[in-house]
C-alpha cells in the first residue's frame, strides 16, 4: 500500500475556477503535512504546510487537514494559467526523519 | 547566493567516470537530504544529514556516496553509475527539531540533471 496517494491527473479547470487536490496517507501518526508546487523541469516549490486539524489560508490557497480520515487537500481559488504545475503531497510519518511524497497530480488551468 | 544552490545543473558522464554534486544552503538549516527524481516516479529520499551526521541512508547503492563537511554543505560523489541512475538530482534542507513529532519545512535547490550514457 502506497503511504501518500494522489490523483494522478490531469486534472484540467477553467480559468478563475477553484481547482481541488486531494490526498490520503496510511500512518495515523504523521504530524506534518505539506503541498509543493513543481514546475516542468524545475524542482518542487513549497506552498503550504499543515499541522492541525481544519482549514489554512494563504492568498488564493486553502490547505486543509482532517487527521481522522488521514486526508489532506489543497483549494486553489481564482485558478489562473501560471498554477498549472504538478503538485506534491507530502507527509511526515511520526518518528522518521524524512517526509513522504505523492507521485503527484498534474494540474491544467484552461485559459 | 539565497536559499539553496546546487551545482553543476547538467551532467552528462560515462558508466565509468567519477563525479560530485554540490549543494549549499544559506538558511541556516541544520538538516540536509539528497532526492532522487525520476521520470514519472514520486520522489525518492536517498540520504539525510542532521548536524553533520547522518541520519537516513534509504537502500541506496554505494555507488552513491554523501558527504556533508559542515551544516551548510552537501556532496554526493557518483562513480561507475548505470544508465538508470540517469534523473533529477534534489538537495534539501530544512531546520529540524531534535525531538520527534516536529518538523520543519523542506526547500529545495534547483536540482542537477544527470544523463548517465
Known amino acids: 500500500q502506497k503511504e501518500v496517494e494522489q490523483n494522478s491527473g490531469p486534472l484540467s479547470v477553467p480559468e478563475g475556477a477553484i481547482a481541488s487536490l486531494n490526498c490520503t496517507y496510511s500512518?495515523?501518526?504523521?504530524?506534518?503535512f505539506f503541498w509543493y508546487r513543481q514546475y516542468s523541469g524545475k524542482s518542487p516549490e513549497l506552498i503550504m504546510s499543515i499541522y492541525s486539524n481544519g482549514d489554512k489560508e494563504d492568498g488564493r490557497f486553502t490547505a486543509q487537514l482532517n487527521k481522522a480520515s488521514q486526508y489532506v487537500s489543497l483549494l486553489i481559488r481564482d485558478s489562473q494559467p501560471s498554477d498549472s504545475a504538478t503538485y506534491l503531497c507530502a507527509v511526515n510519518p511520526w518518528s522518521l526523519w524524512q517526509l513522504t511524497f505523492g507521485s503527484g497530480t498534474q494540474l491544467t488551468v484552461l485559459p | 547566493e539565497t536559499g539553496v544552490t546546487q551545482t553543476p545543473r547538467h551532467l552528462v558522464m560515462g558508466m565509468t567516470n567519477k563525479k560530485s554534486l554540490k549543494c549549499e544552503q544559506h538558511l541556516g538549516h541544520n538538516a540536509m537530504y539528497w532526492y532522487k527524481q525520476s521520470a514519472k516516479k514520486p520522489l525518492e529520499l536517498m540520504f539525510v544529514y542532521s548536524l553533520e551526521e547522518r541520519v537516513e541512508n534509504n537502500s541506496v547503492p554505494s555507488r552513491f556516496s554523501p558527504e556533508c563537511p559542515n551544516s551548510s554543505h552537501l556532496f554526493l560523489h557518483l562513480h561507475t553509475l548505470q544508465p538508470e541512475d540517469s534523473a533529477l538530482y534534489l538537495c534539501?534542507?530544512?531546520?529540524?527539531?531534535?525531538?520527534?513529532?516536529?518538523?520543519?519545512?523542506?526547500?529545495f535547490g534547483p536540482g542537477t540533471r544527470l544523463t548517465v550514457t
Open positions: 500512518d495515523r501518526g504523521s504530524q506534518s
Open positions: 534539501a534542507s530544512s531546520q529540524k527539531s531534535l525531538g520527534q513529532g516536529e518538523f520543519y519545512e523542506q526547500y
